[in-house]
């Protein structure tokens, strides 16, 4: 069985400050993981996925198969990151699954 | 381009009615997944439909069941309908390859 588990449900850190979402999973074969936002009152969209080692407002998401973790980063927060984030996986089947989520609040 | 669209938005039923969700998917993507979010929680896989077959399935009874049209667009069907099936539900697309869903905005299901 798949999953995804994000430990914090809530996490606040002050404008400027680095920021780490964290995220764990287990998957006994090779998954694809990905991070959604949810900006307040908008619909879930794709923050960035690990196939495409990209950065996307700053954030970056390192895949580490050892700890099996797809943590979040950001150097320096700002107050537009405030919002819902999802970690997610997906088998190559295409069966997904996605985390409770963490709310991250940057205070100014 | 309008994304992914649902319909409706709000929608009440009285338990053991049964329902019908619409999606139309994202100009170019192929896939139609469906998920239910109920409050506090991540989204649940329901299942995902790719050449209008049901190519995976979560752990959701069978009176949860889908459709997928030729032009991609897509149906959820939930049967006798328990109260414990109020939630949110998600469709998402995509085409094949791994890029991450487009999502809709939902359809917010009450069950009295």
């Known amino acids: 069985a798949q999953r995804v588990t994000q430990p914090e449900k809530l996490l606040s850190v002050f404008k400027g400050a680095p920021v780490e979402l964290k995220c764990n999973y287990s998957y006994s074969g090779s998954p694809e993981l990905f991070w959604y936002v949810q900006y307040s009152r908008q619909r879930l969209q794709l923050l960035l996925r690990?196939?495409s080692r990209e950065s996307i407002k700053g954030f970056t998401a390192d895949l580490n198969k050892g700890e099996t973790s797809f943590h979040l980063k950001k150097p320096f927060a700002q107050e537009e990151d405030s919002a819902m984030y999802y970690c997610a996986l997906e088998t190559n089947a295409g069966k997904s699954t996605f985390g409770d989520g963490t709310t991250l609040t940057v205070k100014p | 381009d309008a994304g992914v669209t649902q319909s409706p938005t709000h929608l009440i039923k009285t338990r053991g009615q049964q329902v019908t969700l619409r999606c139309s998917p994202k100009s170019g993507h192929d896939t139609v997944s469906w998920y239910q979010q109920a409050l506090g929680q991540g989204p649940q896989f329901i299942f995902q439909y790719y050449e209008e077959e049901e190519r995976q399935r979560g752990n959701f009874p069978d009176r949860f069941s889908g459709h997928q049209f030729p032009n991609y667009s897509s149906e959820l069907n939930v049967n006798a309908l328990l109260l414990g099936d109020s939630a949110l539900y998600l469709c998402?697309?995509?085409?094949?390859?791994?890029?991450?869903?487009?999502f809709g905005s939902g359809t917010r299901l009450t069950v009295v």
């Open positions: 998402a697309s995509s085409r094949q390859g791994w890029v991450g869903y487009t």
């Open positions: 690990h196939i």
